[in-house]
């Protein structure tokens, strides 16, 4: 794995969920803006499954398993679309908490992207 965008992934996780966090104090529910933001760190994610699913075909194993390897390729992938979606389904403050927890499952999947990689 490329240990510079799984960081860029994580921190850019973490900086949605301390604004996301910030709204949710604030009493706000996810606007606009906040949706620009899932669109980034979305973006991002996407980049690392397709880097993620190119290293594979190419020949390259991560040393705890492909199966587990791909598994929170995707999770990490479809974790903050999941949370921005369900905040669309709840327009109050916890719409902005359901975002802020996503991004942090989001930072914490990276985590374990780059163990299983053993890198």
């Given at each position: 794995m490329l240990v510079a965008l799984t960081?860029?992934?994580?921190v850019a996780a973490l900086a949605l969920a301390a604004w996301c966090g910030f709204a949710a104090y604030r009493d706000q529910p996810t606007k606009d803006w906040h949706f620009i933001g899932m669109a980034v760190v979305s973006l991002l994610a996407l980049a690392?499954?397709?880097v993620g699913i190119v290293l594979l075909a190419r020949g390259e194993r991560p040393e705890q398993g492909m199966t587990i390897f791909i598994c929170y390729l995707i999770g990490a992938f479809a974790a903050v679309p999941a949370a921005g979606f369900l905040s669309l389904t709840e327009r109050?403050?916890?719409?902005s908490v359901t975002v802020a927890a996503?991004?942090?499952v989001l930072a914490v999947l990276e985590v374990r992207l780059?163990?299983?990689?053993?890198?």
């Amino acid at each position: 794995m490329l240990v510079a965008l799984t960081v860029a992934v994580a921190v850019a996780a973490l900086a949605l969920a301390a604004w996301c966090g910030f709204a949710a104090y604030r009493d706000q529910p996810t606007k606009d803006w906040h949706f620009i933001g899932m669109a980034v760190v979305s973006l991002l994610a996407l980049a690392q499954l397709v880097v993620g699913i190119v290293l594979l075909a190419r020949g390259e194993r991560p040393e705890q398993g492909m199966t587990i390897f791909i598994c929170y390729l995707i999770g990490a992938f479809a974790a903050v679309p999941a949370a921005g979606f369900l905040s669309l389904t709840e327009r109050t403050r916890w719409g902005s908490v359901t975002v802020a927890a996503g991004a942090v499952v989001l930072a914490v999947l990276e985590v374990r992207l780059y163990d299983i990689w053993g890198s």
